[in-house]
């Protein structure tokens, strides 16, 4: 079984959607997801473009340790020095660099000539490769190159250092055979291709990006770059989920090593937080790709409840029905995620918020730590600042940190619509110049607050 690489680039290429921008905490929970669901390679932004971007490389370098991760830049040294110094964190790490290949691009874009281009890629990967050993190039534009000039660009990159090719259909416009019979020149007349992996990169304007993305796998290639939902600029780019099944379905002489267990909640995960729905009819993550409306499973559960329910409703869900009219997903992902919390060393018992107007707030906190109980009472400029500073004093009393933490960034999410809408919260600590998130979520924003707080802390002591 010969291994594909997944490199996913939601984080950089899927994040150029219009309105789905993400900020650093909220990148550094999809990375997270991304390393558990067992992508080999993040690109986790373009460091030069944005103060953001590079922050939010550094802070995703300190935090995901498995995946590769990578930093995107052009042929420019500016741009691989901010490369390196984003990637100064990182376990393992690529620099991925690049130019364009196509003759629209060379004449229009750059206007330059074949052998300037074709100079400026070699001393790109040349200047890379002084710091950082794993160096992608990517040919921009690809799918509309001349293959003599691809072919020579190629060899002439691998031959500076570059461990990975990429050869993207930049504009979707190629049709699956020519893409795999590009991937397959390559292969055939490329001197030193066993050199390099070679790396598919599509987009899907005319709808084959997954199916181009397969060609080129068919045809040699060893790595897909892709993104959760499918997502990117204008039309998207290659689904990953979409390309993990395909192999895992067909059982091909080639596979990832994604745990597709986790795809689904990787797939709300990216949804969510990049505030863009995923169709219904998606292949593999949409709403109706398993649903149907035969009557089988509800004759199954009227004739015994074993047949399809093979768990009791847990106490939590009752509770939280009695304060919603309806229970989604979300909702119970939100439950499970509490049992994950309560686990932890620092155990929330009470949190009693006495607010309004002329009401000065007032909170009550009451927290179990190694079996011992603590409470402690606490104003503040609102719900919030009065419970954070009730469970800085459960802390201090308990003895649990020399000093407290700061916060540095709290974030509140809807996840639902209507009043009785379910709340995320995240929040950054920072605690001897180490940055700690928390995430929280509940019916009540305090509360979910509270519980985003104490994730955190728990995450400083543990």
């Known amino acids: 079984m010969q291994k594909v690489q997944i490199f996913d680039t939601t984080l950089r290429d899927g994040e150029q959607v219009p309105g789905c921008q993400l900020n650093t905490v909220e990148k550094i929970e999809i990375a997270k997801a991304l390393e558990s669901l067992g ?28 995946p590769v991760i990578c930093a995107l830049t052009r042929a420019v040294k500016g741009d691989i020095d901010a490369a390196v110094a984003s990637l100064q964190f990182a376990k393992k790490k690529r620099i991925h660099t690049g130019i364009g290949a196509s003759d629209i691009h060379i004449k229009y874009k750059f206007k330059s000539t074949r052998k300037d281009i074709l100079q400026r890629g070699i001393e790109a990967v040349k200047y890379a490769k002084k710091f950082v050993e794993d160096i992608e190039f990517y040919a921009e534009d690809a799918g509309r190159a001349d293959l003599e000039f691809l072919s020579q660009m190629i060899e002439a990159v691998i031959n500076a250092g570059a461990t990975v090719v990429n050869i993207p259909d930049t504009t979707g416009y190629n049709l699956p055979h020519v893409y795999g019979a590009k991937i397959k020149y390559l292969k055939e007349h490329v001197s030193n291709i066993h050199k390099a992996i070679i790396s598919v990169h599509c987009h899907n304007d005319l709808g084959l990006a997954t199916a181009n993305a ?20 204008r039309a998207g780019n290659t689904s990953l989920e979409e ?73 939590k869900f009752l ?113 001897k110049d180490t940055i700690y998130y928390g995430f929280g979520s509940d019916t009540d924003i305090v509360v979910a607050s509270v519980w985003a707080y104490v994730d955190g802390i728990n995450k400083i002591i543990s």
């Open 243 to 315: 390309v993990v099944m395909i192999m895992r379905t067909h059982k091909l002489a080639y596979d990832t090593h994604i745990n597709t267990k986790k795809i689904y909640p990787t797939s709300r995960l990216v949804s969510k937080l990049m505030n863009m729905p995923v169709q219904p009819n998606k292949a593999i993550v949409g709403k109706n790709a398993f649903a149907h409306s035969s009557g089988i499973h509800q004759d199954g559960i009227l004739k015994q409840r074993e047949n399809y329910e093979i768990i009791d409703p847990y106490e």
């Open 39 to 66: 992508v080999d390679i993040i690109e986790a932004g373009f460091p030069i473009s944005s103060p953001c971007d590079f922050q939010s490389v550094i802070e995703i370098s300190k935090v995901v340790k498995k």
């Open 319 to 431: 509770e939280l029905a009695d304060s919603k009219k309806h229970i989604n997903d979300e909702d119970l992902h939100m439950l499970m995620g509490k049992t994950l919390i309560v686990q932890k060393k620092l155990q929330i018992e009470l949190i009693e918020v006495v607010c309004g107007f002329p009401l000065k707030p007032m909170a009550t906190v009451k927290m179990r730590i190694d079996g011992v109980e603590h409470k402690a009472v606490a104003n503040g400029n609102g719900p919030v600042d009065a419970s954070y500073k009730a469970v800085n004093q459960v802390i201090t009393q308990a003895g649990i940190l020399k000093t407290l933490p700061i916060l540095q960034e709290f974030l509140i999410q809807a996840l639902t619509k209507g009043s009785d809408d379910v709340s995320k919260v995240n929040v950054q600590l920072e605690y």
């Open 214 to 233: 397969m060609a080129g796998i068919e045809n040699g290639a060893r790595q897909v770059e892709a993104t959760v939902n499918g997502i990117g600029e």
